[in-house]
């Protein structure tokens, strides 16, 4: 069969998950090559941001999807750590109902690649504890 026939079966639906599909396996391809060549974590985390990733049945920007999570992280926004944790975890939890490529690229997009989300609930922990001290000159009471 022909391309011109081909592309006849196809419906509007199928030619735009075509698209996406081809724009995330270009992002896949661009951040296997920029690693490979030992590009600068910025560099990856651009490159991250401008790809495509599968979420919720269409095809979104990586670099979209990031900032409305980090928007969506409210309830803990006075302390950085605890948003960053709040952020992180969100990350993650999308990331498992994802391709493993697609979550890679989305940790990349939002540079928690390399973090362990153990420690950054230390930190949130730590940090919290410290404000609760620094505000109420007391440690915090966990039988609250």
Do not use: P
Request: glycine share 8%; aromatic share 10%.
């Amino acid at each position: 069969m022909d391309d011109d026939k081909m592309q006849n079966l196809l419906t509007k639906e199928d030619r735009e998950w075509l698209n996406g599909l081809g724009l995330n396996l270009t992002t896949w391809r661009e951040l296997t090559c920029a690693k490979l060549k030992g590009v600068a974590s910025s560099q990856l985390r651009n490159t991250a941001r401008d790809g495509c990733v599968y979420r919720g049945g269409a095809w979104v920007n990586a670099g979209a999807l990031v900032d409305e999570v980090s928007q969506s992280i409210t309830w803990n926004a006075q302390v950085y750590e605890a948003w960053a944790y709040g952020f992180a975890s969100k990350i993650h939890a999308i990331g498992v109902t994802m391709s493993s490529f697609d979550a890679e690229i989305l940790l990349i997009a939002s540079g928690f690649e390399h973090e362990d989300l153990n420690e950054l609930s230390r930190a949130s922990s730590e940090a919290v504890a410290e404000a609760y001290h620094d505000l109420y000159g007391e440690e915090v009471d966990d039988d609250y």
